[in-house]
Nanobody, 125 residues
Framework: QVSLVESGGGLVQAGGSLRLSCAAS????????MAWFRQVPGKEREFVAA????????YYADSVKGRFTISRDNAKNTMYLQMNSLKPEDSAVYYC??????????????????WGQGTQVTVSS
């Protein structure tokens, strides 16, 4: 099992940047494929970005491609999401997720079996 804790959320103006972190504890971090999702009240959880176990492969939602960068440091048991050129529509609770079964990236939330508690990102216009 793995426990996930997100941090780095907050309030930022449109056009600004934030870096989210997801710290993992428990089983060896490098054995998990990881992803970021986000959710606003009343809407489905939305895929943002995913990264493979080694970090060699990444995958992004079209809505964030070119603005967000997902990365991981397996030595530090931590995944990151660098968010640049933020827009008000990026406002949401951001969740990190881990899959012990995936050997690739996936945008499907049903393939991830561990979730963090979320961190709020609010982008003002």
């Amino acid at each position: 099992q793995v426990s996930l804790v997100e941090s780095g959320g907050g309030l930022v103006q449109a056009g600004g940047s934030l870096r989210l972190s997801c710290a993992a504890s428990g089983r060896t971090f490098s054995t998990y494929s990881m992803a970021w999702f986000r959710q606003v009240p009343g809407k489905e959880r939305e895929f943002v970005a995913a990264i493979s176990r080694s970090g060699a492969s990444t995958y992004y939602a079209d809505s964030v491609k070119g603005r967000f960068t997902i990365s991981r440091d397996n030595a530090k048991n931590t995944m990151y999401l660098q968010m640049n050129s933020l827009k008000p529509e990026d406002s949401a609770v951001y969740y990190c997720a881990a899959s012990s079964l995936l050997f690739r990236t996936s945008p499907s939330h049903s393939e991830y079996d561990y979730w963090g508690q979320g961190t709020q990102v609010t982008v003002s216009s």
